[in-house]
């Protein structure tokens, strides 16, 4: 009878714990600053065929920019992200070294003026697209990185290519 009442307080503990963090974690999320991975990008010879190979083989459901993880967000269960996995030409111009890393931004505007303040710029103007506002920098390795403030909900309706984790 001891063991389960220790168990049962373990158990207790643990959720509260892990409530606790994640909580904490949420409120870190709302801060101007990056949220999460947006997509990883990298260059490939052949990224029709590399696309379908991922889906033949690995379960993928790629659409025609690659194949969408979708996940539930942290500071709010009931809304949806998604990271996107997306090979690129390797003659591509997007992005000069043989990847580039999408970050998610909750307020891209406020992000940019404190970047702005500590002497980071980015490399390009805000553009904007049903899918939300993006703009790119370069890390002090010469990286060149894309922050994204999503519009989820208009990216849903692109169709499928979405996995579910």
């Not at 702005?116 to 710029?121: D, L």
């Not at 920098?137 to 290519?161: A, T, V």
Request: charged letters at 20%.
């Amino acid at each position: 009878m001891k063991k389960a009442i220790l168990l049962c307080c373990a158990v207790a503990v643990s959720f509260i714990v892990g409530y606790a963090v994640g909580h904490k974690k949420a409120e870190h999320t709302s801060l101007n600053g990056v949220t999460g991975i947006g997509g990883v990008f990298f260059k490939c010879k052949d990224p029709k065929a590399l696309k379908a190979w991922y889906d033949s083989n690995l379960g993928f459901r790629s659409n025609q920019y690659g194949t969408n993880f979708e996940w539930r967000q942290a500071g709010d269960s009931t809304k949806k992200g998604v990271t996107l996995w997306a090979p690129f030409k390797e003659t591509t111009k997007y992005f000069e070294k043989e990847f580039m890393i999408n970050y998610r931004v909750s307020n891209m505007n406020a992000l940019l003026k404190e970047l702005k303040a500590k002497g980071i710029n980015t490399i390009d103007s805000v553009q904007t697209d049903a899918t939300g506002s993006f703009v790119h920098m370069m890390d002090p390795e010469g990286n060149r990185i894309e922050l994204w403030q999503p519009n989820d909900e208009e990216y849903y309706n692109l169709g499928p290519g979405t996995t579910v984790y």
